[in-house]
């Protein structure tokens, strides 16, 4: 080991940007001291094989058994269930963890974290869109550093080097606009589950592929950015950008624009947010602007697509309603990917939820964040139901 070699975690391992991310601690020869996983074992053993970590930890209690059988003599420490990966967490060495877990479950890895004071290169936006105040408060109490790992949000970070926070005049947030880009709210009814995991740019796991469909994941984002960056909602302009070449930027009020362009590969992002401040040789693409030759803005279609407008509103009422909408967002996406419902039935039941839950924008502790998102997922599940049986 080199006096250079980065010590890290990579919690949600087995996942799209987990496994992105194991990619980048081997061709950095990172090392690599805890992985963790869902319920995949033999996404998981396969990551072990390749990266010798020194624990692992399962959440599915169910494959405890199983994973320790096949560990067995490895010398790996294990653990399991939810609470198993916070004392992993807890127990590890690693000088910087990779949150890659998807949803909520990534709330409370991203606390623990932050608990130890280490650094957090955050992949799960669901922790500052559940609950942002509190995980934003709790890194400056802590000294914690939260260095973003989403394309966006890493490129506002390294715009941001250009001026002063007291200079920012936006923040100029892009968005591929994904499979459906252009299509009307009508036309929209009669998309397929084939059509819409089918993303122009990006290749991701199955609940964000959707996300970007219906633009949801760009509202997620843009409460991301108000937390990470200290700004009002009004401060973040959404622009669609089809190329993904220009992955954000920043406006300041000498109305000059720093931004930053590459080619869109997650690893980038994973790379920057371990090495930072440090650039380092990468596997990535290089960008050739000459082949590029041109790149498009143009502005998002809100009516078609009401969840962006939504965040919007759920951000500036504050309090656990954007828990709220994540909540009701991931009832209704899985039951888009179970064909329980169509398309344009996730944005219905989302605003459905919202709506019945607004009283949730006073709850501000995290106990009556977590008891809102519970609710919520009841309501969403009941809407759900009702709209199912319209489809029949």
Not at 12 to 41: E, F, H, K, M, N
Not at 97 to 123: C, D, H, Q, W, Y
Not at 125 to 130: C, N, Q
Not at 202 to 217: E, F, H, P, Q
Request: aromatic share 4%.
């Amino acid at each position: 080991m080199n006096g250079n070699q980065k010590k890290i975690a990579i919690l949600g391992a087995t996942g799209s940007v987990g496994r992105q991310a194991a990619s980048v601690a081997a061709s950095r020869a990172y090392s690599v001291d805890l992985l963790t996983a869902g319920s995949d074992l033999s996404g998981l053993l396969e990551l072990c094989s390749a990266l010798s970590p020194r624990a692992v930890a399962i959440a599915d209690e169910n494959k405890r058994g199983e994973l320790r059988e096949a560990l067995s003599g490895s010398g790996i420490r294990i653990y399991s269930g939810a609470e198993g990966i916070l004392e992993a967490i807890a127990d590890s060495s690693a000088e910087v963890f990779i949150n890659s877990i998807l949803g909520e479950a990534g709330l409370m890895p991203t606390l623990e974290v932050i608990k130890r004071g280490s650094r957090l290169a955050l992949a799960n936006k669901e922790s500052l869109v559940i609950a942002g105040d509190i995980v934003m408060n709790s890194a400056r109490e802590t000294g914690s550093e939260i260095i973003p790992v989403d394309s966006e949000h890493s490129a506002i970070f390294q715009s941001l080097k250009a001026g002063r926070h007291s200079e920012i005049k936006k923040i100029l947030l892009t968005a591929s606009g994904g499979p459906f880009y252009g299509k009307s709210a009508e036309e929209l009814s009669g998309v397929t589950l084939a059509d819409t995991l089918a993303h122009p740019t990006w290749k991701m796991g199955r609940k964000i592929t959707v996300d970007s469909a219906t633009l949801m994941n760009k509202g997620f984002e843009l409460i991301e950015a108000v937390h990470l960056f200290g700004v009002a909602p009004s401060k973040v302009e959404v622009i669609i950008h089809r190329e993904s070449i220009l992955h954000s930027a920043v406006e300041y009020i000498d109305n000059t624009v720093i931004g930053e362009l590459s080619s869109p590969d997650m690893r980038s992002c994973v790379q920057y947010a371990v090495d930072y401040p440090d650039r380092c040789e990468s596997a990535t693409e290089p960008l050739d602007l000459i082949k590029l030759s041109r790149l498009t803005f143009a502005a998002p279609d809100r009516e078609a697509f009401p969840l962006l407008s939504l965040a919007s509103d759920m951000i500036e009422a504050g309090g656990a309603m954007p828990a709220v909408m994540n909540a009701a967002d991931e009832v209704a996406v899985a039951a888009f990917l179970e064909g329980k419902i169509g398309f344009t039935d996730i944005s219905k039941t989302v605003i459905s939820t919202t709506d019945r839950m607004y009283s949730a924008r006073s709850h501000t502790s995290l106990p009556d964040i977590i008891t809102s998102d519970r609710e919520a997922r009841i309501y969403a599940r009941e809407a759900v139901r009702a709209l199912a049986k319209q489809s029949i």
